[in-house]
């Protein structure tokens, strides 16, 4: 814990020099002031997280932390659980949509096993992180101990090192679970205060009818376990998952190196949202894509204080949205190495005198 503790504390304030010197840039190219909205507010983040004027096209990466989790025994998942071990090989067969959109953004996947019940082979090309196989039926007791649970955060820190030391200015955040909806909601309900049946929805697709059992699976595995909301990690441990936890620590570790952390939907934002908890100074380095179906995202973001600038309609998870997103950044730093300024195109607008 206390290597957590000295991470959180070594978070620094954004360059506010980068971001002035980049709006700067921005006033001056060939559009009216500001209209390029969202798109100049993502370059001046950029700039302020990496220190520099203007920010290199940045080197990304979607780290897709995958684990099971015990709740699927209560019939709250769509699919049955062997689909996560499934999926890890459709990962690393290309197969997946976060394969497609990952190379649609030129970003790196990295498939991370931090918790699925199956044991892989060594030589396949995962990182192979696992701290157990998979979580405990969350409904009859904690999910985990408070040990794994600040294990699994430091997985997500040693990777987010391990992508800083080889040049990665933006690391998005992707997850593979059956039944991680159903933790993810738990931790939304505890961290938000909200009413679980306001956090709950159909997860991979479950049918209409099966939504209120999730609701009941996810109050008694609060009242049980009664996690206590002024400790993150205590939630995390007892009504989280392994890959949740792990992606908390990829949040706070990439605030801590300078990285933006592209947010994905649902299941992503619970982890953001525990990391929020530990330390409200990671806020500035998040960038929310999309509004995901479900309907805890929301309730997720309002807390956080975030808004994100896509609406799909999604709610996949793997991380599409995030990547996704990251097209859209590289929108915003291309604008600022391509686009002309006023005196090198030379125009010459009229000012008005009202």
């Known amino acids: 814990m206390e290597e ?51 920010p290199a096209l940045p080197r990304k990466a979607l780290v897709l932390m995958a ?4 709740v699927t025994a209560e019939g709250v998942a769509a699919s049955p659980p062997a689909v996560t071990e499934q999926m890890i090989y459709n990962f690393i067969g290309g197969g997946a949509a976060i394969n497609v959109l990952s190379r649609h953004a030129n970003a790196d996947l990295i498939v991370v096993d931090v918790g699925v019940k199956c044991d892989f082979p060594p030589d396949l090309p995962i990182m192979h992180c696992k ?22 955060i430091k997985v997500g820190i040693t990777m987010v090192e391990t992508l800083a030391s ?6 998005g955040l992707g997850e593979m679970g059956i039944g991680n909806t159903t933790a993810s909601s738990a931790i939304a309900s505890v961290l938000t205060g909200k009413p679980v049946s306001e956090v709950v929805g159909k997860g991979g697709g479950i049918p209409s009818e099966r939504v209120s059992h999730k609701v009941q699976v996810v109050e008694e595995a609060i009242a049980h376990n009664k996690p206590n909301p002024q400790d993150a990690i205590d939630v995390l441990a007892k009504v989280g998952g392994l890959e949740i936890a792990a992606m908390a620590g990829v949040v706070l570790a990439a605030a801590a190196n300078r990285i933006m952390l592209v947010i994905d939907g649902f299941i ?14 990671i806020k500035p380095y998040l960038l929310a894509t999309h509004l995901s179906e479900e309907p805890g995202h929301q309730a997720i ?26 097209t859209v950044l590289d929108a915003a730093v291309k604008i600022l190495h391509e686009m002309a300024t006023f005196e090198e195109a030379k125009v010459f607008p009229v000012k008005s005198n009202l």
């Open 67 to 70: 684990a099971d989790h015990g």
């Open 301 to 326: 973001l309002d807390i956080v204080g975030l808004t994100p600038f896509l609406q799909l309609n999604m709610c996949l998870g793997e991380g599409t949205g995030g990547v996704l997103g990251m």
């Open 166 to 171: 080889q040049g990665y200015a933006v690391i």
């Open 131 to 152: 701290i157990r196989r998979g979580t405990d039926n969350m409904r009859q007791k904690a999910a985990m101990s408070r040990t794994d649970a600040i294990a699994a």
């Open 4 to 54: 957590i503790k000295s991470l959180i504390a070594s978070i620094q304030p954004l360059n506010y020099k980068a971001m002035a010197t980049t709006l700067k840039r921005l006033d001056d190219l060939t559009k009216p002031v500001g209209s390029l909205g969202g798109l100049e507010k993502m370059a001046c983040q950029l700039a302020g997280i990496r220190g520099t004027f203007p």
């Open 268 to 281: 992503s934002s619970s982890a953001v949202l525990a990391a929020y908890k530990l330390s409200n100074r």
